[in-house]
């Protein structure tokens, strides 16, 4: 071979061999470079994470203290009504026809027994609903309200409280038909209203079953028992 042509091919291979070198370099520095980039950009989006991250609790501290308050003076309000406690377990009993001397000795010859448990079957099944007084929905005194109006032509008074302060005082033991009922299911007394329909029964208007009929008697009932009145005689 010709000295010169193995020259040119040394220079040729040295040539490629420095290309290659330089296509690497230039590789791995881009590479490098655009890793750099990469890591820039996570460390900056994980900045401005938790940047607002940061931000986000105490917003949400702050909307959960408006919502606590809110509730809070919710609480309070639902407390001061006379809604019914949520522990109550034992509703509903069917109004069975007690025994003729029972019947005769619980029976109020003022008021018109058939009429009055004819409205309350009437209503029998309606949900509880704060502030209800009408077929859309009662609350307990509201419907001693309804009952008293449509079926004996009495206006009572629209809460438990002043219900509670109507006709006069009656022992359990002495309770006839037509007399309210009063529980404290809450910490104002009274705050559950009823009317007594005989042989240990009362109907009202509970806050899981709507208007219903309960025992007395039942020991729900019996630990919360407050008193009684009687408004017709």
Request: charged share 25%; net charge negative; hydrophobic share 35%.
């Amino acid at each position: 071979m010709h000295p010169a042509a193995s020259n040119y091919e040394h220079i040729s291979v040295e040539s490629m061999s420095h290309l290659l070198r330089r296509m690497a370099q230039n590789f791995f520095s881009a590479l490098f470079t655009s890793t750099l980039l990469w890591i820039l950009l996570i460390l900056v989006s994980t900045v401005l994470v938790l940047l607002f991250d940061g931000c986000s609790p105490s917003t949400t501290i702050s909307s959960d203290s408006t919502d606590i308050q809110t509730d809070s003076l919710d609480q309070e309000e639902f407390l001061s009504s006379e809604m019914e406690d949520e522990e109550e377990t034992e509703t509903f009993s069917p109004i069975t026809r007690p025994p003729k001397e029972l019947l005769s000795r619980e029976d109020n010859p003022a008021i018109d027994r058939r009429k009055v448990l004819t409205d309350i079957m009437a209503l029998m099944g309606i949900r509880y609903k704060r502030n209800g007084n009408d077929s859309t929905g009662f609350d307990c005194s509201g419907f001693t309200l309804k009952i008293f109006t449509d079926a004996l032509e009495i206006e009572l008074p629209r809460s438990s409280r002043a219900q509670y302060t109507t006709g006069k005082p009656v022992e359990q033991d002495s309770l006839k038909f037509g007399d309210l009922v009063f529980f404290k299911t809450r910490r104002i007394i009274p705050s559950h209203v009823g009317i007594y329909v005989g042989d240990g029964l009362f109907a009202h208007a509970s806050l899981k079953n709507g208007v219903t009929i309960s025992l007395l008697d039942s020991k729900y009932y019996r630990k919360r028992y407050l008193g009684a009145r009687r408004i017709i005689e």
